[in-house]
């Protein structure tokens, strides 16, 4: 009886699987012969046409003819294919004919005409702008496992996504990433928020496209996995086909690589060859192809310059004091950056590393002409009624600025083995415990953070100015440099920071950014988040020194639970990105006698707290100091901290058990933890 069910299954399957056979024109894609462009495409049930999927009512053959009425919502269309010969069919959509060649590579052929636009969207980094992707999937597998999948409805594309990786903001310097469902028939829809034409990459599993995109444009992107096609339909969606379809390769230099290249003149040598050989292979491929668009040479011209000077600018880790020679500069300046088209955004992920490490180079210039002495900031503080100085600590000053410099220069020098014991050396002076004393005074680091910050930017100006650069360059510049600042402090501006970026900063986009970031922080800082208990006090260990006595006296209300401890700062990235799943942290480790000791690393109170409560890192066993900085130094020295986050696990007897690895695995310490219950 089974046997027979199932004979009569696979006839009936048979049977259907032979109705459902693909025709002459299912999964098929055309170009317009006159104006190049993708003007239709049809799955076996969807029809792609001006940037829309319309469903296929009904299909009729004859003689290899078709006849076809398709919907979208309300809207009807007619469409008529004629007889195909040799790859060309007349196609004829709502009464227009359209003389037609089927796109039989997996990307669009060239355009039948050459288009002398150069000239690439440029918004001047306006706010709000943004590009949409109306986007299909088509992955329907083949034959009959595809046409199984079909009967029976199964949605290949359920449950996953299209992720695009933006790599950088260049006015942040952030990395972004958004993601759109592709729902069950294979459609998304993506909206970015961008600030000029950028480059970035869409990811939707077993394909991905780097793509182009210019602000305000929308783009409908097909990408059919079963044929390995990626095509672009729209009126402006040319520049996009054709730097798919004609790839130039760029080469990048490793550390490795440059070092064994020896000198800079050398160095310079090597990538004006290879930016040579770049340009000249672009020149071959517009003189292959001639009807390329000016904007096409204009994108690539751009990226490999944009490459050659990042390559140029990866070499200053074999500078002395990463300050490059001034020739290799001024060549680096003249032959690259100025020679750069607008907007910057176009290669933003390369435009942000190589502008990083540049735009050091100007801040070194201006450091070097900066009083760096302690005296300096103390006399401002002093006179601002910050701090007030007996004789005794003046002469403490006076001693940390004439010990200072040779200090800094044989730690620099000296291996990382011996790092510690010339640290050591120096703080046992007498003069930096008083030092230390005056630098932890209330109030005393948010003023000298502030102060440092409006001294180095009164000479960054004059700077930026003698080097030449636009107002665009400069508002990018000022923008990172803010952004960084408030990532870093976590906290909001001062009020004359505030004011001297919106008195700078030009860009809408530019000043934008800096007091959206700055707005966040502001609200963090008077939100009240409760559990306000886990901020402790530093006065239990007012006057210690010992990191060893510090640290037990901290932990003294702990002892008999297993502590878990997390050496982190606001400035360090990853112990933020850390921090950010600590619910995830605790919901997992909810069984466990477990308290979570937070220390953090050279941050402001008031950055600290804001980070805690950005992240909601608090509870009833959540615990949060937030040393003074030579306190914690002696810490992080008795616990072994060699970099940020360190997180350690101590046992009931309040001993050190294990130091685990980042990023922290959760599902290994509930392991390790399950073994000390």
Avoid at 302 to 309: E, K, P, R
Avoid at 394 to 411: G, M, S, T
Avoid at 598 to 614: C, F, H, P, T
Wanted: a negative charge; hydrophobic letters at 35%; glycine letters at 6%.
């Amino acid at each position: 009886m089974i046997r027979s069910s199932f004979s009569f299954f696979l006839a009936a399957l048979t049977f259907v699987i032979c109705a459902c056979s693909s025709d002459g024109i299912t999964d098929t894609y055309w170009r317009d012969d006159k104006t190049g462009e993708w003007l239709i495409g049809l799955t076996e049930d969807k029809l792609f046409y001006d940037c829309k999927v319309w469903g296929v009512a009904s299909k009729t053959e004859s003689d290899g003819a078709y006849t076809l009425q398709a919907n979208y919502g309300l809207d009807q269309l007619d469409i008529s294919f004629g007889t195909e010969q040799d790859g060309k069919r007349t196609v004829t959509i709502g009464g227009k004919q359209h003389d037609c060649s089927r796109i039989d590579g997996w990307c669009l052929p060239d355009y039948p005409e050459k288009d002398t636009c150069d000239t690439i969207a440029d918004n001047h980094y306006a706010t709000g702008d943004s590009v949409t992707i109306e986007g299909w999937v088509v992955n329907r597998l083949p034959g009959i496992v595809g046409r199984i999948e079909k009967i029976f409805g199964k949605a290949a594309n359920n449950g996953k996504e299209v992720t695009v990786h933006m790599m950088a903001n260049i006015l942040t310097d952030e990395e972004q990433e958004f993601t759109a469902p592709i729902d069950y028939l294979g459609h998304f829809t993506l909206r970015l928020p961008i600030v000029n034409t950028t480059s970035f990459y869409l990811d939707c599993g077993r394909k991905g496209v780097s793509i182009v995109a210019e602000p305000g444009e929308t783009y409908f992107l097909t990408i059919d996995e079963t044929q390995g096609k990626v095509l672009f339909m729209g009126k402006n969606a040319r520049l996009q086909n054709e730097v798919r379809a004609h790839h130039i390769r760029m080469n990048g230099y490793g550390s490795d690589q440059l070092e064994a290249i020896g000198d800079f003149t050398s160095i310079l040598d090597s990538v004006r060859t290879q930016t040579k050989a770049e340009l000249k292979e672009l020149d071959a491929v517009c003189q292959e192809h001639p009807t390329l668009s000016e904007r096409y040479r204009t994108y690539y011209r751009n990226s490999i310059l944009t490459n050659g000077m990042s390559n140029l600018m990866r070499a200053k880790f074999m500078a002395p004091n990463y300050v490059f020679p001034e020739d290799y500069l001024k060549a680096a300046e003249k032959e690259y950056w100025q020679e750069l088209a607008e907007p910057y955004t176009l290669e933003a992920y390369t435009f942000t590393y190589f502008f990083n490490d540049y735009s050091e180079q100007l801040q070194q210039k201006a450091r070097n002409k900066i009083d760096y002495t302690l005296k300096w900031i103390i006399d401002q503080a002093e006179k601002d009624g910050i701090v007030s100085l007996s004789a005794k600590e003046r002469e403490a000053v006076a001693q940390y600025d004439a010990a200072f410099p040779a200090y800094y220069e044989k730690l620099k020098s000296a291996p990382d083995s011996l790092r510690k014991a010339i640290d050591d050396e120096f703080e046992q002076n007498d003069f930096v415990a008083v030092i230390n004393e005056i630098i932890s005074r209330e109030g005393y680091q948010d003023y000298a953070n502030t102060k440092f910050t409006q001294r180095d930017l009164a000479y960054l100006l004059p700077e930026m100015n003698a080097w030449g650069w636009s107002q665009t360059t400069q508002d990018i510049f000022l923008c990172r440099y803010f952004c960084h600042s408030l990532r870093g402090d976590c906290k909001p501006l001062d009020k004359s920071l505030l004011a001297f970026a919106e008195e700078h900063i030009h860009a809408p986009g530019a000043i934008s950014a800096v007091k959206t970031m700055n707005d966040k922080y502001e609200q963090l800082t008077h939100f009240i988040q409760g559990n306000e208990d886990c901020f402790k006090s530093n006065d239990i260990v007012k006057g210690m020194s010992d990191g060893e006595e510090i640290f037990q006296k901290i932990i003294e209300p702990y002892k008999g639970k297993i502590i878990l401890v997390d050496v982190w700062g606001t400035w360090c990235g990853p112990c933020k990105a850390q921090l950010s799943h600590c619910q995830e942290e605790y919901e997992r480790l909810k069984d466990y006698d477990v308290v979570y000791l937070y220390l953090a690393n050279r941050s402001s109170d008031q950055g600290w707290k804001n980070v805690i409560k950005e992240y909601q890192v608090a509870g009833k066993n959540v615990v949060h100091y937030n040393l003074p900085e030579h306190q914690q130094k002696a810490v992080e020295e008795y616990l072994g901290v060699q970099a940020f986050p360190t997180n350690i696990v101590f046992d009931r007897d309040g001993k050190l058990h294990i130091v685990l690895d980042f990023p922290l695995d959760i599902e290994a310490v509930a392991g390790i933890l399950e073994k000390m219950k």
